[in-house]
């Protein structure tokens, strides 16, 4: 089955720098890699997500990017804000009926301002 | 639009009591997912149900049971708590394209 690896597990970072987060996946077949953010107690929510068949999708300050060859993905937070600061989890999926998605486990982040 | 709702928010369970966590969605989702999160494990995936009618196993079945009542809802049931079943429970529902899951709030249980 699929296994999805996230690294790294924390990262700091200053207020306006840039956080890279990057996740690995060993199903070829899958073809939908979304990655959402969970503040402290609540419940995860989508902030981006890419399909197999784009190498890069960008929103606002956040990006994306897949290589379908090497079977990795990352996030890219640019101008980081004290509100970025959360955890973060990528996951992995063949789409379609069930859509059962692979999740890694996490990347704590936080920015210090 | 209430959007996915679960029920309890917490729970405490004594170890070989039973319960069933309840989650229901008014998105007219057609497959519908229990996750449990636990430090620094990620999200794991449970039971889900693709479709009204059918449900299958996840990553971590053992110990738990799934009932697909209708489209709008979808009970876990933990037949004889354990402490390994400490965690926090999510309930998920998605359409087949976009892909996008919606998660409920969480039901944290501690089994003592």
């Known amino acids: 089955g699929e296994n999805v690896e996230q690294h790294p597990s924390t990262l700091s970072v200053q207020e306006g720098d840039s956080a890279v987060i990057k996740c690995t996946y060993s199903?070829?077949?899958?073809?939908?890699f979304p990655w959402y953010k969970q503040e402290l107690g609540k419940r995860p929510q989508l902030i981006i997500d890419i399909r197999s068949n784009v190498g890069e999708k960008k929103d606002q300050r956040i990006a994306v990017t897949l290589n379908k060859t090497a079977k990795h993905f990352s996030l890219h937070i640019t101008e980081t804000q004290p509100e970025d600061s959360a955890v973060y989890f990528c996951?992995?999926?063949?789409?379609?009926?069930?859509?059962?998605?692979?999740f890694g486990a996490g990347t704590i982040l936080r920015v210090k301002s | 639009n209430a959007g996915v709702t679960q029920t309890p928010k917490f729970q405490v369970l004594k170890t070989g009591q039973s319960m069933t966590l309840q989650c229901a969605q008014d998105?007219?989702?057609?497959?519908m997912y229990w996750y449990r999160q636990d430090p620094g494990m990620g999200l794991r995936l449970i039971y889900y149900?693709?479709?009204?009618?059918?449900?299958d196993k996840g990553e971590v079945p053992n110990g738990y049971n799934v009932s697909r009542l209708n489209k709008r809802e979808f009970s876990l049931r933990l037949e004889s708590a354990a402490p390994s079943q400490t965690s926090v429970y999510f309930c998920?529902?998605?359409?087949?394209?976009?892909?996008?899951?919606?998660f409920g709030p969480g039901t944290r249980l501690t089994v003592t």
């Open positions: 998920a529902s998605t359409t087949s394209s976009p892909y996008e899951q919606y």
């Open positions: 998105m007219n989702h057609n497959s």
């Open positions: 996951a992995a999926s063949r789409g379609g009926g069930g859509n059962k998605l692979v």
């Open positions: 199903d070829s077949a899958s073809n939908y």
């Open positions: 149900s693709a479709s009204e009618g059918t449900t």
